[in-house]
C-alpha cells in the first residue's frame, strides 16, 4: 500500500505552494505535481466547470496509480473534495482558508481573508466565517484577476503592485492577521505586505500536509525511508512553463 504517487493538483502554480510543505513534511513520498494553467482561474469559473476539471484530474491521478491526492486549490476542494471522497477509496486532502488558527492566533483581532470569488461564495467558507465571526473581526475580499496575473510570473513588476492595491490598499495599516485563502497567494506574501504594512499571514499549506501524512499513515501507506520524487507538470505543455513551474518549486519567484 506504500506503493503509488501521491498526485497534488491546482488550477495551476498556485498548489506548487502546498507542494513545497508537502515534500518537506513526507520526503520519502513520490509526488506528481497537475497543474491546469490552460484553464485556469477556477476561481472566476461556475462551479459545474470547477467541478468537470477537477473530476478529469483526479480521475487520471487514480487510473495512474495514485496512492493519495491532495487538491491543493481551495476552489477546488469547495466545490469537488466531498463527491471525490464519496467516489473515491483513497485519501483524498483538500485546503480551506486558514481561518482557525488566524483567529486563534489573534483573538478579537481584524482578519482578511484573501480568497477567489467562488471559495468565498460557496456554503464551506461561509460555515467557517460563521463559525469564527464572534472570534475575530473578518473582512473578505474576492480576489479577481490576482491568480491569473501570478500565474505569469514576474512577481515584482509595478502592474502587480498596483493589482494589489486595488483589491486590499484600503486595508492598509488596519488588519492584524491576513488568510492568504487561495494558494497562489503565498507567492505573493512579500508584495502583499508592502500595501498592507505589518501583519501576520496565515496559509493551509503545512496544516495540508501534516493532514496528508496522517491520512497516509492511518491507511498504512506512509512511506518512512528511500528516496523521494517530484515531477511537474501543466496542461499549457511548453519548455517556458515548465522553467517557470520549477522556478516556483525552487522558491525562486
Ligand atoms: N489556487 C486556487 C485556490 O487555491 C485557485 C486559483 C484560481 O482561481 O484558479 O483557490
Redesign the pocket.
Known sequence: MAEGFIGVM???V??ISVLRELVRELPHEDFRFFGDSAN?????KTDAQVRALTEAIVERFVSDGAKAVVI?????TSVAAAGLRDRYDLPIVG?EPALKPACEALPGGRILVM??P??LRLEKFQQLEQAYDQACDIAAVPCVGL??RIERGNLDAPDLHELLESLVGEYAGTVDGVVL????YPFVRRQIAAVLGDVRFFDGAAGTARQTRRLLAAAGALREKGEGSVQLASSIDTPEEAALYQRFFAGEL
Request: charged fraction near 10%.
Open positions: 491546482d488550477s495551476g498556485g498548489g485556469a482561474p477556477y476561481g472566476e491543493a486549490c481551495n476552489t477546488a485546503v480568497a477567489t467562488v471559495t491568480a491569473s485563502g487561495c494558494t497562489h
